[in-house]
């Protein structure tokens, strides 16, 4: 997998992940594509880090902050391209679940 998306069922610890929907659906669709177009291809509405635990990361509101959520619900995912890291002393930042609650993640 170079750097293309595919199923969730294929995301790896770092992977993102992202939820999809098609473009405009519903009784105001037509109204909604001549308004803003569309190129058929949907959107990838929120984005989130897989975690070496199998769950997904992600900024799930103002009030709840950064949280741990089940992959259920996530459709497709994509390696991250790597980037030079500064080197710093002490442990990286790691994804990992606090506990059996979603709970922010600091």
């Known amino acids: ?17 992202t939820k999809w929907r098609a473009d405009f659906t519903g009784d105001d669709a037509d ?16 984005i989130g880090l897989m975690g070496d635990d199998g769950l997904v990361y992600n900024a799930k509101s103002e009030g709840d902050g950064f949280v741990a959520s089940n992959v259920k619900g996530w459709n497709y ?4 391209k790597k980037s030079p890291m500064p080197k710093r002393k002490g442990m990286p930042w ?4 606090r ?7 600091r």
Do not use: W
């Open 31 to 46: 109204k909604l594509r001549k308004k803003y177009g569309t190129d058929g291809l949907g959107n990838h509405y929120h």
């Open 94 to 97: 790691r994804f990992t679940r």
């Open 77 to 80: 995912c994509l390696p991250i």
């Open 1 to 17: 997998m170079g750097g293309e998306i595919a199923p969730v069922k294929q995301a790896k610890p770092g992977y993102m992940v």
């Open 99 to 105: 506990s059996s609650q979603q709970k922010m993640i």
